[in-house]
């Protein structure tokens, strides 16, 4: 006898309201993906507001309840909400399920390995000949596994980037003035090289990269916006000096300041 069995399993997409529900509780597993759209759903005690990423788990014995509607602060927007779900049971899933602590709303990346597995789950029970329930166990079980990899993978990265943005924000923040790297470590609490390293692993650049890209942005919005000399510019801008600023406009522009200045920004100088 296989440790699975499929009750239920499909894409589900909503043009019109629609509500569902399990006030007593469900009588087996729910998994439930949303990939498209949003919706209102009853996860951990309260409703709340499901987007695409949001995986939903649920267990038997958990009271459930979906409501898909137009959003009150957006009126004028249609309706349309579309998700996986997947509705099951079993000794196996009684098993994994027991391994850890779920919770019953996650984020996870619209992994497109994840939502393989979750379509061919989906074709296999809606086969028009006889379900090969020994391929479907197995599938179903490659998806809660892979969910469980998804859940993982995205918690590490959460982490990081929470941190990552700190960073970032603080740069944004302190960006028209000098400062060191290690005032940003400082303020995530963390080493100059693991600052310097998460940072580049999450952005793809450097923090000195980045913090010149925010100045020049700052220093050409002066430029076409006030009456500040180049010097007052470079000044306030966090450059330092005004042969700073000026090498490292022109190593993006091509062209000086002056005549950045002068042409009235990049449209005019095409």
């Not at 602590?101 to 006889?130: G, H, M, N, Y």
């Not at 999450?202 to 220093?219: D, E, K, N, P």
Request: net charge neutral; aromatic share 12%; proline share 3%.
């Amino acid at each position: 006898m296989l440790a699975t069995e499929i009750l239920s399993c499909a894409y589900s997409f909503h043009s019109q309201p629609f509500q569902d529900g399990y006030p007593n509780g469900l009588d087996c597993y729910l998994f439930r993906l949303q990939t498209d759209g949003g919706c209102e759903a009853l996860a951990d005690g309260r409703m709340q507001r499901i987007e695409p990423g949001d995986l939903l788990l649920f267990r038997p014995g958990d009271k459930y309840q979906l409501i898909v509607s137009k959003r009150q602060a957006e009126p004028e927007s249609g309706i349309a909400s579309g998700d996986y779900y997947v509705m099951c049971r079993g000794e196996w899933l009684d098993e994994w399920w027991n391994r850890k602590s779920r919770p019953q709303k996650t984020r996870i990346a619209l992994d497109e390995r994840l939502l393989t597995i979750w379509r061919a789950l989906v074709l296999e029970k809606r086969r028009f000949e006889e379900e090969d329930r020994e391929m479907s166990d197995y599938l179903l079980r490659s998806l809660c596994l892979g969910l469980d990899r998804a859940i993982a993978t995205q918690s590490v990265l959460q982490s990081r980037s929470f941190i990552a943005t700190r960073m970032k924000n603080f740069i944004d923040e302190h960006a028209a003035r000098p400062f060191r790297i290690r005032e940003v470590a400082d303020h995530v609490g963390l080493s100059v090289s693991r600052t310097v390293h998460l940072f580049k692993e999450c952005f793809g650049t450097t923090i000195m990269q980045y913090t010149q890209q925010v100045r020049l942005s700052l220093a050409e919005d002066r430029m076409k916006y006030s009456t500040l000399t180049l010097e007052q510019i470079a000044d306030t801008c966090g450059f330092g000096s005004y042969s700073y600023f000026y090498r490292v406009f022109r190593n993006k522009h091509g062209v000086s300041p002056a005549h950045y200045r002068e042409a009235g920004g990049p449209r005019s100088m095409t």
